[in-house]
């Protein structure tokens, strides 16, 4: 099978773990990276040996290229996943899928009109740490689902990061930043959120950029750091979740929990492929490592763009979709939302997967055959 074409738009810290993922692809070739800073673009495309480096325009002009891969800015997640699809390109773009709920719904009717596919990350769920999971929930193994527990809680990235202000923007903030992997592998887990019901706050407004040349240089802060809610889902489940940037040290709290009749899953950190995942039987004392149901490494950034592209091949829906992203837009914006009302926010959006689904792993990097 031809291989699509495909171009990305961001040149920034994560385009090298695509580039270097979906180099390895069966299913796509990355053919052209185009970048607001041409010479970032240009840096990259000697990194990775790609042969053209376009404007914007440029690249959307391409008739040979048939997806975009959109690794801009938050900011701009909408307005270039708009501009792709008005140029008849299929799009596959960063976490999250829009900043507002009114720009996503843009996105998704013009997908739909224009008969083009949109998608999202976080691609982590179809890793084998959240798909064994979702297996062992199918298969019985804690009952029924009853309730989660999810925690993201530490300092903020700029402690770490050489340019973090744009995580202290709207669009930002521990939910939209780190939210995205935990509720969509709570929506992969449990179902579609009902409602969501939340206090949001920033605890600590007085930071300072710790690391790089802009060490010492204040941040302003404009966007939620701590956020605690309560989501209820279509099935009955309840979870609790926490994401915060104002935690200066915890005990070991695990990333992710799901509560059943007969037992508990303890899910490896959904910002992960893969993770070891542990199931606890009710009246049982010891924790039982679930065989994977294929293996992985910790990284595959990129294979919900080939699973999409897959699916384009074979003319049905795709995992990691712009319904599933914009599913948990509204999620992230109903933490804020009940904070700021003071009730519960009930979503207008659901998401229906598909319990048959099971990765095709020829989309995975093949092991090397021994001679």
């Known amino acids: 099978m031809q291989k699509m074409k495909a171009g990305i738009i961001g040149c920034g810290n994560i385009s090298a773990v695509y580039l270097n993922n979906l180099r390895k692809s069966p299913v796509i070739e990355v053919v052209a990276l185009a970048d607001m800073l041409a010479e970032r673009a240009q840096a990259r495309a000697e990194e990775f040996g790609i042969e053209n480096v376009y404007t914007v325009d440029e690249m959307l002009q391409r008739e040979d290229i048939e997806l975009i891969i959109n690794l801009t800015v938050p900011g701009s997640h909408a307005m270039m996943n708009t501009a792709a699809l008005e140029a008849g390109k299929h799009v596959y773009g960063e976490k999250p899928f829009s900043v507002s709920l009114e720009d996503g719904r843009r996105v998704l009717e013009l997908a739909e009109k224009k008969g083009l596919y949109a998608g999202c990350a976080p691609d982590t769920f179809l890793g084998a740490g959240i798909q064994t999971a979702r297996r062992a929930i199918l298969d019985g193994l804690i009952g029924k689902p009853i309730a989660a527990t999810a925690f ?69 802060v404009q966007t939620p750091t701590h956020l605690a809610g309560t989501l209820d889902f279509s099935n ?78 074979a003319g049905r829906k795709h995992q990691a979709s712009g319904e599933l992203g ?46």
């Open 326 to 371: 914009y599913h948990v837009l509204e999620a992230m914006r109903a933490f804020e939302k009940s904070s700021l009302d003071g009730k519960h926010i009930q979503l207008e959006s659901t998401y229906t997967q598909d319990e048959d689904f099971r990765l095709d792993t020829k989309l995975l990097p093949q092991p090397k055959q021994e001679q």
């Open 152 to 220: 993201f809680m530490g300092r903020g990235p700029e402690w770490w990061h050489h340019d973090p202000e744009f995580f202290y923007a709207s669009g930002g903030g521990p939910m939209f930043d780190m939210g995205p992997y935990y509720l969509t592998a709570l929506v992969t887990l449990l179902g579609p959120i009902r409602r969501v019901s939340a206090s949001a706050g920033i605890q600590i407004p007085d930071r300072k950029i710790h690391t790089g040349p802009k060490g010492g240089t204040p941040l302003r």
């Open 236 to 313: 009955g489940a309840i979870a609790s979740m926490i994401t915060s940037f104002d935690i200066r040290g915890t005990s070991d709290l695990p990333r992710m929990e799901i509560y059943g009749t007969e037992g508990t899953l303890s899910v490896p950190d959904p910002n992960d492929f893969s993770g070891e995942v542990k199931l606890r039987r009710f009246g049982e004392e010891e924790w039982v490592t679930i065989e994977p149901v294929f293996e992985c490494s910790v990284n595959e950034r990129g294979l919900g763009a080939n699973e999409m592209v897959n699916a384009i091949r």
